[in-house]
């Protein structure tokens, strides 16, 4: 800034501020940063709050899984064949060892070590998903007993998850508890069925040893069923029945080995060997599951990307929904392949669509009333100036050529009253975010850039015709001085 | 700085000001009128149009760029004609910074003190500057001063050009003294062309033998309003020219100094 521009410039400002203007000047100024900054703190109020309903929705792990129902191994087969191909082009992948059945989720405990862990990272992303939707890790953990034991062997709690009981009275727990103890032994029936001769008393033993002692154990206190999946009762290894599948199949081992291989210990654990553990080779890609002829059961689908931020050409980003999916899935709904928990996807529907509208509505608002405000109070600062300051720029006009100059320091000062305001509330909100771990979203930044640079433009031809008696061709210095 | 500078004015010179007022200056004998080096000296009534006139020279009242056309006469300062299209308000401020010094019939100043206003209006001597006070407001100084703050402040020797609107009036003899003084310096300096106006000084001008009679202007005013009869007034204005006008300065000069003299003698002698 040169010497003579920061000269003039001070001068402007005592003249605006002179005893015989000051207070209506200061009056106007401060309307100005109080309705400005009142309207953009509102807008940034807003947007923190869609922005946290946002992340939520998008990090909401329910809305990433879609339980599909199966009515018979038939219509699954059809169904394979039909939707398969077309789901995968949506983006959803059906997630193997995990189905629900008479309303408990079945799914396989993976041991820690990352080499009995699914292949398919896809899986992988799905299983710890439906591991973080449930809170089943920490009991996953725990499900393993760690001991020392040879290379060959595995000790696992003979334990299952109430899901959504904690809150129940042990009469109606005990109910449940034997509820599902039948829905076992129906299951391990199934598994049982073409199994002959003495081994089907090994096979009785084990199924025996294992229901008989299973154990239920609560949801831990500190989490919640997560609300879109509550329905789930309980959640059961699905290892106790890769346990009975891999004895049926067990040809090699002789019968009096067979009936060691696995064998309910004291404290509550089942020893068995770790190919008896394992997912059988039957079950390894196949998600149907034809010796556990349970239906209608529920296969999960695995949606990762069905909601995604999208940039909005308003500047902002809302949620874009894959519709194709959700219409897609609907279909199903309506021929008969219903979803568990059908409410859900209306629900992920309606809040994506109330928290799209909700930053729509801010973003015009905020456009709307912070450009009028952007232009109409710094104009009415230029007339102001023009008003109040005609005699002495006219005087100064007279003797020096400082048009140009004069033209900035009126465009500029309530340019730089706008920064300060929003500049100001900008960097109040990082920080407060910053420090308060809100994990705020820097986007923000770019509608306050876009209302302001708009708002600036915009003024200035405005500016330049509150002074247009100095700046057109028609001179009339002398009558300006006089104040006419 | 060219002592070259002149203005050539071709009547009839016309502004008119939102289609209802008009002024017309019409040439005497000739159609053209040339401004050269010297002094120019502009006698009428009251209302003739002297300062419009001044003014419309200097840039400060007027037509540009095209808004009028030939017809309506034209003013040139060195070949630049006012009305040209191209001509634009920042041409014209960029002349007045340049050549003209305008000093107005009423002192006025920016509300900065006196430093502030030398710098802001004039700034071209940085030394000069320090001599203002940088906490005297000219607001808070009698009439006379404040015509010799703004003399110092706005008289400028670098500039070729001064419209003088009145600049004697409220002055005692030791601040007139200072007025010749100034414009004597001024004169040896750049300044080329002066242009005053002035009351009291006429009798003076027209009996200076150096001072010839250049022309005289026919001003007719007309002023349309809604619902009111048309006023049409005419006027004269005499123009008196003196190219070598350092003569008429140096009496000026003598003469403001027997004043004081006088006065000095009479503050000596109380109860005359």
Sequence with gaps: MTNDFHKLLVVCLKMLFRKSTRKRFVCLVIAFLVMMGFNTFSYVNKFHKAEMLKKEIVNQKAFKVFFVRMRSQNSFGRFLAGHYRKLRHLGAEIVKQAFIYQNNLFIHFFTPSATSHPDSSGNKDAINLLYSVYHIQSFVDDFFVKERTDDYTVKVRNNYIDHNGTALNEAVIAGRHNTLRFDLIDLADMIRENVWDKRIDVYNSIKKSIIDNIKRIPLNPNHMPNPYLSRVECIIPLNFLHILTNIKYDNTTDIIDLAESVSYEKDGAIKTDKADLAIPQIYQDNVMYQDIDAYPRYVPFYVPQVLEPRWNWLMYQNIDIKTDFMDYIDQLHSQGHYLYSYEKSHILKDKVKNINDDIRSNHINFYLTDLSMGIAFPFMISLFAFIHLKTEIAFLFMFKNRIRELLFIFWLLPVLLMLFVKGGILAAYLLYSIFGDLGASAHIALPLAITFFSAAAAFHPINKWCFSPFTGNTLNLHALHKGR | ?272
């Design chain 2, 1 to 272: 700085m060219s002592k070259a500078d002149r203005f050539e004015v071709t009547f009839p010179l016309i502004l008119t000001q939102d289609d209802s007022f008009s002024i017309t200056f019409t040439l005497e004998s000739g159609d053209t009128l040339e401004f050269k080096q010297g002094a120019y000296y502009l006698y009428g009534d009251n209302g003739s149009g002297k300062t419009t006139l001044l003014n419309m020279l200097a840039l400060t009242i007027g037509n540009i760029g095209g808004a009028s056309g030939p017809d309506k006469g034209t003013i040139k300062f060195n070949d630049e004609t006012y009305n040209a299209k191209g001509f634009n308000y920042i041409r014209a401020a960029e002349i007045r910074e340049k050549s003209f010094c305008i000093f107005p019939q009423k002192a006025f100043f920016l509300p900065v003190s006196t430093r502030d206003n030398y710098m802001v209006l004039n700034g071209s001597d940085r030394q000069k500057a320090a001599a203002f006070s940088a906490h005297e407001y000219p607001d808070l100084l009698s009439g006379g001063q404040q015509q010799k703050v703004l003399m110092d402040i706005v008289l400028d020797a670098k500039k070729p050009v001064w419209f003088l609107d009145e600049p004697l009036s409220n002055l005692d003899a030791e601040r007139r003294h200072y007025f010749w003084m100034t414009l004597q310096r001024a004169y040896r300096k750049d300044l080329a062309t002066v242009f005053f106006i002035d009351h009291w000084i006429g009798k003076k001008i027209k009996d200076d033998k150096n001072f010839k009679h250049l022309n005289t202007l026919l001003v007719v005013t007309e002023n349309r309003q809604k619902n009111s009869p048309t006023n049409i007034n005419a006027r004269h204005i005499e123009i008196f020219e003196n190219n070598d006008p350092q003569d008429f300065f140096g009496r000026q000069i003598q003469q403001v100094q027997k004043e004081m003299s006088a006065t000095s003698f009479l503050k000596k002698e109380p109860g005359v």
